[in-house]
């Protein structure tokens, strides 16, 4: 399957060291996402909602690890049960905060992403389609708290 | 970018039309993904997560519109404002409960996708990072609620 960027997202984080993990330990973090300008069409009514699904290109990564010791935890995992990027396809998702649109450019919150990252897909975000109830979050649970405050290193670099 | 399918989503969907809207309207209909077999390293520890986030191809869909009149509503929209498989990249999520693994077979609930879907990345769904509040959702508002007993019909066919 051929599938190509439809615009870019643009954020304070040029280098992948040092990043937030992920949207929760990037609250208020303020991005852009410019979409190709004839594509605008397709952006009619999304200003309704107050959160989007970003989909996006993992851009920098260059390979894929089956098992990823992630920056969550000091254990090993496989990389199917973590959100690292150096997946067998290297396609990021966030939900963000959508502050306004003007044009093809989407002002956004809580990004997490590189700078430059190519944009795939935006969803609508819907709570009776993407907030499943009563969730169990496995290795994560002990973990997850850290989220807010770690920021990532250069391991998958 | 050229992304290919790691496994295969197993569904009671055969057809296009008559299929539930969003998970929401597929509760507890059960399906399997299989997962290709040389890449069940990637699986471990994934069985302590109640929820995964699915991301498959609409691999029936052969156009792009920018301009949708989704199942939920009569009137149209652009489609990055709806979850219409009508889209520039045609990849489709979907939030599904995880109920079993064994070796690479995923046992799963809540399909709401065709039959034999390719499957393009799993993610354990974590709320910390995958559930923002104070949601507001346009258009869909309304409409919304009508997702749990609507059924699709032949217009993304």
Same mark, same amino acid.
């Given at each position: ?6 615009? $870019? ?14 949207? %929760?330990? =990037? ?16 952006? =009619?009514?999304?200003?309704?909602? %107050? ?15 089956? $098992?990823? $010791? ?20 290297? #396609?990021?998702? %966030? ?5 306004? #649109? ?34 169990? $979050? ?13 920021? %990532? ?5």
């Amino acid at each position: 399957m051929r599938i190509n960027a439809i615009g $870019t997202i643009h954020t304070p984080f040029k280098e992948i060291a040092r990043m937030p993990i992920q949207p %929760s330990g =990037a609250a208020g973090v303020r991005g852009e996402i410019v979409l190709l300008p004839e594509l605008v069409e397709g952006l =009619a009514d999304l200003a309704g909602f %107050s959160h989007i699904i970003a989909l996006y290109q993992f851009h920098r990564v260059e390979r894929c690890d089956l $098992t990823v $010791t992630p920056f969550l935890d000091n254990r090993p995992h496989g990389v199917f049960a973590t959100r690292a990027p150096t997946r067998p396809n290297p #396609i990021g998702l %966030s939900v963000l905060a959508l502050k306004g #649109i003007r044009d093809n450019i989407l002002a956004v919150e809580n990004v997490d992403m590189l700078d430059g990252s190519p944009l795939l897909d935006i969803k609508p975000y819907v709570p009776e389609f993407d907030q499943p109830e009563q969730v169990r $979050t496995g290795w994560l649970e002990l973990a997850r708290d850290r989220a807010r405050s770690m920021r %990532s290193d250069q391991r998958f670099g």
